[in-house]
Nanobody, 115 residues
Framework: QVQFVESGGGLVQAGESLRLSCAASRLPFSINYIDWYRQAPGKQRELVAGFSAGGNTNYADAVKGRFTISIDTAKNTVYLQMNSLKPEDTAVYYC?????????WGQGTQVTVSS
């Protein structure tokens, strides 16, 4: 059974940084299938960052230049470095993977950015 455990969320002020971690286990697929989504109150869940088939990174327009996704294969962990945080980044952040028509989700970690 695929397992994702997110951590690193919290309450910060605008302009500060956080690094989210997604520790993955029991993966039947490559770790670069894992991406990050977020869901703000009253809004749909949206893709924040991930990897393309060619290994490039992709970002939502709202976070380009501020967020960076990376992998530590030795630790089987995917990170989301979030800099220059804004109040509109407030959301629950989830790591996710889609593989063979199935979606796998972590439990989410709350990020709250105060103005």
């Amino acid at each position: 059974q695929v397992q994702f455990v997110e951590s690193g969320g919290g309450l910060v002020q605008a302009g500060e940084s956080l690094r989210l971690s997604c520790a993955a286990s029991r993966l039947p697929f490559s770790i670069n299938y894992i991406d990050w989504y977020r869901q703000a109150p009253g809004k749909q869940r949206e893709l924040v960052a991930g990897f393309s088939a060619g290994g490039n990174t992709n970002y939502a327009d709202a976070v380009k230049g501020r967020f960076t996704i990376s992998i530590d294969t030795a630790k089987n962990t995917v990170y989301l470095q979030m800099n220059s945080l804004k109040p509109e980044d407030t959301a629950v952040y989830y790591c996710h993977a889609r593989w063979r028509f199935s979606n796998y989700w972590g439990q989410g970690t709350q990020v709250t950015v105060s103005s």
